[in-house]
């Protein structure tokens, strides 16, 4: 059962050995601290998560879930590491955030048991790190509820996020441990956007986000080179 799954081991294991500084907003996982704010407001400006039944698909330790959840809605995060899950739900405690609680399972095994469950999935820095992504795309359209929307992140495959995301992050400026992202599983809007129709989402908004080294700045663009968001819609029919 356990081949059968769309999970890389290697890449479990990889962030389940950081899953204690998940929350340390300077640890290997300041970027996701740091680019928070951004990927929430913009999934805000096209959905009121208020009350909102929502999935939040390779959670992590749960910096997007929580955030989500303390917006109003009523989250569930799912991930394939039993140890970033801990963390999350210990968060959740420790920070007293109601609406929101975890499970370990795949989004296709969810998919299975809940279709057409939830108003709104998000599936951010996940993609990247799984064998197959158009299959988490599948399961992502499968779950949410028709007229439901679906917010995906990656990064983009050519020579300059090859530069950015692993030469620099990585091994110049030291902000992600080395080895973090394989570079022949970055994925170019193209692709997303074919994953996206094969499962019948139409795609509405793409995002790009850029950073300065120099002023450890992020900010949103039009600019998707590097690091970009898409934002999906499950149609009604």
Not at 127 to 141: F, I, K, Q, T
Request: proline share 5%; aromatic share 8%.
């Amino acid at each position: 059962m356990t081949q059968q799954l769309n999970v890389d081991p290697a890449e479990v294991a990889k962030f389940s050995e950081l899953a204690h500084r998940w929350w340390d907003t300077e640890s290997e996982f300041k970027p996701l601290h740091q680019i928070n704010p951004l990927r929430l407001g913009w999934i805000q400006d096209q959905v009121t998560l208020s009350g909102k039944r929502v999935l939040d698909v390779g959670c992590g330790g749960g910096i997007l879930s929580d955030a989500m959840a303390r917006a109003g809605a009523q989250v569930l995060g799912i991930d394939m590491s039993a140890k970033a899950l801990g963390v999350a739900k210990l968060h959740a405690l420790e920070a007293n955030t109601s609406g929101v609680e975890y499970r370990e399972v795949s989004a296709e095994q969810l998919a299975a048991e809940c279709p057409a469950t939830f108003d709104v999935v998000t599936c951010m820095e996940m993609l990247e790190h799984v064998p197959d992504p158009a299959s988490v795309v599948r399961a992502c359209a499968s779950l949410v509820k028709p007229g439901g929307h679906v917010f995906f992140s990656t990064l983009n495959r050519n020579p300059k996020s090859f530069l950015f995301a692993i030469v620099g992050a990585e091994y110049v400026l030291g902000m992600l441990p080395k080895g973090t992202h394989e570079y022949g599983k970055f994925i170019t809007p193209d692709e997303l956007a074919r994953f996206t129709r094969d499962a019948h989402l139409d795609v509405q908004r793409m995002k790009g986000l850029e950073y300065n080294p120099l002023t450890g700045r992020y900010w949103l663009s039009a600019d998707t080179s590097v690091n970009y968001m898409v934002a999906t819609l499950r149609p009604e029919v």
